[in-house]
């Protein structure tokens, strides 16, 4: 086996089962235990793995904290593949609860006029968009104002989303990851996603393919929370048999022939 192949097959090692131990790989590669150290220094250099005593972890991918300007414009094309999809779930009459996610203001903006519809938000810029359509009805949570995230947030906002139901909740996420569910990057945001959620009959999650397997602060949504999850193009094997196994319903560009992210 050449460096290069035992290189990598340790890094695909390491994805799959978060760490290695250096005795280990030095059985099962047949080398000595210093080849393989010296390995692990070399993915360490890379960005891929932190060195650990007697092996190595998985170096945690994180996403990036960004304004909601900045998000807004980020994967454009993405967003109106996810949009498209989503918009078949969104039914006359129904009262959706949504947050401050890019993703989900690109679904909402897009409404069919023919359907009234009630929305229950936190997001002020969402609320600005879409004031002149005489559909939909908006509902504003008020509270504290998060300037980054043009959202508001806090102790109101959240008492005012106890005080609603909704047939579904259409929230973004920061990151997920397989071993840590959905995560946000700040509380605050976390916090209202959670109330949201808890407060709508269905919950549905909007992420395309460069959240997959990132990280970021708070652990907010847990699989077994979430019915349908949207995003632009086919996962990869793993991902999908993990939807299966929440009964979560799993929506995106059937066109799209290629696996777009996962291990």
């Known amino acids: 086996m050449l460096a290069i192949e035992r290189k990598q097959e340790i890094y695909d090692l390491i994805k799959k089962n978060h760490k290695v131990v250096v005795s280990e790989l030095s059985l099962q590669l047949n080398v000595t235990e210093e080849t393989i150290r010296r390995d692990l220094k070399e993915l360490e250099s890379r960005g891929l793995v932190t060195r650990s005593h007697g092996g190595a972890i998985l170096r945690e991918e994180r996403m990036p904290n960004l304004p909601f300007t900045e998000r807004e414009v ?30 989900a203001k690109f679904i909402v903006s897009g409404i069919d ?13 969402l609320i600005n968009e879409l004031s002149t ?4 009805r908006i509902i504003a949570t008020g509270g504290e104002c998060f300037v980054r995230y043009k959202a508001y947030v806090g102790r109101d906002a959240i008492n005012t ?14 990151a997920l990851a397989k071993d840590r569910g959905l995560m946000e990057s700040n509380a605050e945001e976390s916090d209202v996603k959670l109330a949201m959620a808890e ?3 269905k919950t549905l999650i909007c992420a395309d393919h ?42 995106f560009d059937e066109s799209s ?7």
């Open 113 to 125: 006029s023919n359907k009234k519809v009630t929305i229950i938000t936190n997001s002020y810029m």
């Open 257 to 263: 022939n290629t696996e777009g992210y996962g291990d």
């Open 161 to 174: 989303i106890h005080q609603y139901n909704a047939d579904l909740g259409i929230l973004g996420c920061n």
């Open 133 to 136: 359509k005489s559909n939909l």
């Open 74 to 103: 980020i994967n454009f094309e993405a967003k109106s593949i996810i949009a498209h999809i989503a918009q078949e779930l969104i039914k006359d009459g129904m009262t959706i609860m949504v947050d401050t996610s890019t993703t």
């Open 210 to 251: 460069s959240k997959f397997d990132k990280y970021s602060t708070i652990n907010t949504l847990k699989f077994n929370e979430l019915d349908y999850f949207v995003t632009d193009v086919r996962p990869d094997q793993s991902w999908l048999d993990l939807f299966n196994k929440f009964n979560i319903k799993a929506l």
């Open 199 to 201: 407060h709508s009959l």
